[in-house]
């Protein structure tokens, strides 16, 4: 089935610990996104990639690192977790021009 | 400061009800607008997208308007179902650089038998 898979859907994390959150997309999409999504707040764009190989820095950008290796996966990185990173985490991709985001299923992460 | 601020912010409505839900966005230079559904636990779901140049959409019982105007939209639901019950997120797209999208905070609608 075409669409964006995250994993992994759930976790639980201890502060200053590694977490990558994997995303994959089997839309060939050139863009994706990282947006994270809190209570009473609207998705806040963390990291994007317009294309294989390139990336840039959205609204809310520190204390998150992302790759795009190729055009199907785009992780998102925290090397140091801290409990405001508890969130839900969705990753989206789109075409070059933008016209529709598809959202993932999710990630929720908990930081302790 | 670009902004989405949406109207209520949550909602509780009988099944079969009409319902209308607000936005009101001070975005520029602005590209598009868009309604989202998002489910519980779930990734959001395009509804409708907007150019400035349109001033309503439908999606089966989903109809958005748009006045450019006074930069307001609205999403109108119309003989509501259970199934409605979930987020309706209005997001609205600025033009130019990368695909930049404002994102309103989302209206929780729940739809009673």
């Known amino acids: 089935i075409a669409g964006i898979t995250q994993a992994p859907t759930s976790q639980i994390l201890a502060a200053g610990r590694r977490m990558t959150l994997r995303c994959t997309q089997d839309m060939r999409h050139n863009a994706m996104y990282w947006y994270r999504q809190d209570l009473g707040l609207g998705l806040r764009l963390i990291h994007y990639s317009n294309t294989a190989g390139t990336t840039g820095k959205g609204e809310v950008p520190d204390g998150y690192s992302v790759s795009r290796a190729n055009t199907d996966d785009f992780p998102l990185t925290l090397a140091s977790a801290v409990p405001s990173q508890t969130s839900v985490y969705f990753c989206?991709?789109?075409?070059?021009?933008?016209?529709?985001?598809?959202f993932g299923p999710g990630t929720r992460l908990t930081v302790l | 400061k670009n902004q989405v601020e949406q109207s209520p912010q949550s909602l509780i409505i009988l099944e079969g009800k009409n319902c209308t839900l607000q936005c009101n966005y001070t975005v520029s230079p602005f590209s598009n607008l868009r309604w989202y559904k998002q489910d519980t636990g779930r990734g959001p779901v395009s509804l409708t997208i907007?150019?400035?140049?349109?001033n309503t959409k439908s999606n089966g019982r989903y109809t958005a308007t748009l006045d450019a105007d006074t930069k307001q939209s609205s999403l109108h639901i119309t003989a509501s179902q259970l199934s409605d019950s979930a987020s309706y997120i209005c997001?609205?797209?600025?033009?130019?650089?990368?695909?930049?999208?404002?994102f309103g905070a989302g209206t929780r609608l729940a739809v009673h038998p």
């Open positions: 997001v609205v797209s600025v033009s130019g650089g990368y695909n930049k999208l404002i």
């Open positions: 907007m150019t400035f140049s349109e």
């Open positions: 989206a991709s789109s075409d070059s021009r933008g016209t529709q985001q598809f």
